[in-house]
């Protein structure tokens, strides 16, 4: 039995030795040979030596172990290159991927393991004969499913960064987006005066003006280089708004309505994003953004309202816009600035930025139809800021939370030969609460929703956001 037991043990060593020099012929192996390593010629069974077979048994063993470090040199080598060919193409690894452990490199960061990682990924089992090794889990096993686990691993992160900033390794995408937007406002007016300082006398109007809008923006962006992309932004709306007033005709139980709608081009934005720092592992990624609005839609100065009521002395009680603007009327400019910092399994994300309206010159400003009263207008500079954090459920599939808030201070107008005047109730404190989801279709093109609720009476009850950018 001991006999046989030593034969199957010669057996196993040479067949393992052999495979090792096959596989390394001339090569490392042979190099790092243990000194006095002696070839072994097969013999009798007569010729069989316990001492032989524990001899080539501890030079398997040192062959082995010389094996896994060169293979361990080859992975940190590997992983040199890949973070060098990074640098190259302008893209840095991924710090929400997680770091992979010393002497490691997931499929994600290489094109595809070698034969002799993968053998040595395996645990050795001496008591066994050698069977043609399997790629280890979490491994590749060709360069093209590393270049699919790559894209899939880094596919949710690039999603909610086109979103928040801009991807620069794509030479173009274009987007499609639906927007509707929900406003409800209203009003309670009072005229007349108080008798006794408790009994009002005169008229009390509750006034009401909902607004659905929904606008259409198609988006062009384009990458230049891996540091700068530019973008183009053309919207199309169309807004219906419901004007409701009580006390028509003097009585508090009357109530008129009347409603108005348009449609048309808005104002187009011209706009760039520059990379300033690239991700690192302790500073997040940060864009700065130059953006530049034209006045291309309907602007809301010298519209003519139908008068629906008026008093006998000729006082406007009741009056409507004819219809309805798209755009500001003027140029603005945007200074913004956008960070996202990846930790695996979240994104963070914030943002704040600044807008300057320039000051224009229009023919009416009146919305008397009667009347003509040119002048100029300089609407109120506005700063926005926001923050949120996405998290990425897998390769497909992120859900982002942000707050966002915009404060505008009030719009002046002055009429020809007067002095600039406030508009009351021109400044605004807009703060959303946003809800999104993105999903990618396919290898190009991603569905991104976002719901986003008003928390301040400025904002809008509720917004409701579709995107679909197509990368190419």
């Known amino acids: 039995m001991d006999r046989n037991m030593q034969l199957q043990a010669r057996a196993l060593a040479l067949a393992i030795a052999g495979g090792l020099v096959a596989a390394f012929p001339g090569g490392v192996l042979a190099q790092q040979s243990p000194t006095g390593?002696?070839?072994?010629?097969?013999?009798?069974?007569?010729?069989?030596?316990?001492?032989?077979?524990?001899?080539?048994?501890?030079?398997?063993?040192?062959?082995?172990?010389?094996?896994?470090?060169?293979?361990?040199?080859?992975?940190?080598?590997?992983?040199?290159?890949?973070?060098?060919?990074?640098?190259?193409?302008?893209?840095?690894?991924?710090?929400?991927?997680?770091?992979?452990?010393?002497?490691?490199?997931?499929?994600?960061?290489?094109?595809?393991?070698?034969?002799?990682?993968?053998?040595?990924?395996?645990?050795?089992?001496?008591?066994?004969p050698t069977q043609p090794s399997q790629p280890q889990e979490g491994y590749a096993s060709t360069a093209t499913e590393a270049r699919e686990a790559q894209e899939a691993a880094r596919r949710s992160v690039d999603d909610v960064k086109q979103q928040q900033a801009a991807l620069f390794n794509r030479r173009l995408t274009l987007e499609n987006s639906i927007a509707y937007n929900?406003?409800?406002?209203?009003?309670?007016?009072?005229?007349?005066?108080?008798?006794?300082?408790?009994?009002?006398?005169?008229?009390?109007?509750?006034?009401?003006?909902?607004?659905?809008?929904?606008?259409?923006?198609?988006?062009?962006?384009?990458?230049?280089?891996?540091?700068?992309?530019?973008?183009?932004?053309?919207?199309?709306?169309?807004?219906?708004?419901?004007?409701?007033?009580?006390?028509?005709?003097?009585?508090?139980?009357?109530?008129?309505?009347?409603?108005?709608?348009?449609?048309?081009?808005?104002?187009?934005?011209?706009?760039?994003?520059?990379?300033?720092?690239?991700?690192?592992?302790?500073?997040?990624?940060?864009?700065?953004?130059?953006?530049?609005?034209?006045?291309?839609?309907?602007?809301?100065?010298g519209i003519s309202w139908d008068v629906l009521e008026r008093d006998d002395d000729g006082f406007i009680r009741f009056a409507v816009p004819e219809k309805e603007p798209t755009g500001n009327g003027v140029w603005q400019a945007n200074l913004g600035v956008s960070m996202v910092k990846t930790t695996d399994p979240a994104i963070l994300f914030a943002n704040a930025g600044y807008i300057h309206s320039v000051e224009a010159s229009f023919d009416d400003l009146d919305n008397n139809p009667d009347t003509t009263n040119p002048g100029d207008v300089q609407l109120g500079r506005s700063v926005y800021f926001g923050a949120g954090v996405a998290f990425a459920f897998n390769e497909r599939t992120s859900l982002s939370i942000s707050v966002s808030d915009k404060l505008s201070a009030r719009a002046r107008t002055r009429y020809e030969g007067q002095e600039w005047l406030k508009v009351i109730g021109s400044d605004a404190n807009a703060a959303m609460f946003n809800l999104g989801v993105t999903y990618a279709l396919n290898q190009n093109t991603t569905l991104v929703s976002q719901l986003g609720i008003g928390l301040t009476p400025d904002a809008p009850d509720f917004s409701l956001v579709f995107k679909v950018p197509y990368m190419l």
């Open 37 to 128: 390593a002696q070839p072994v010629s097969p013999g009798t069974d007569g010729d069989i030596d316990p001492a032989e077979v524990r001899a080539l048994l501890g030079q398997l063993e040192s062959l082995k172990q010389s094996y896994a470090q060169e293979v361990r040199r080859l992975r940190e080598l590997d992983m040199q290159v890949q973070a060098l060919q990074a640098k190259l193409e302008g893209r840095s690894m991924p710090a929400s991927a997680g770091g992979p452990p010393p002497g490691a490199t997931p499929a994600t960061a290489r094109p595809a393991p070698s034969a002799a990682s993968r053998v040595a990924s395996q645990p050795a089992q001496p008591s066994q």
């Open 182 to 301: 929900r406003y409800d406002r209203k009003q309670l007016t009072l005229t007349g005066f108080l008798a006794l300082d408790a009994i009002f006398l005169g008229n009390i109007a509750i006034e009401n003006v909902e607004s659905d809008t929904l606008t259409h923006n198609f988006a062009l962006r384009y990458g230049l280089n891996p540091r700068l992309t530019l973008n183009l932004d053309v919207p199309y709306i169309a807004r219906k708004t419901v004007y409701q007033k009580g006390g028509a005709g003097g009585s508090a139980a009357a109530i008129a309505q009347e409603d108005t709608t348009g449609h048309g081009l808005g104002d187009v934005t011209f706009s760039g994003n520059y990379r300033l720092i690239a991700e690192r592992e302790r500073w997040p990624e940060t864009v700065l953004t130059l953006g530049v609005t034209a006045p291309t839609g309907r602007e809301p100065y």
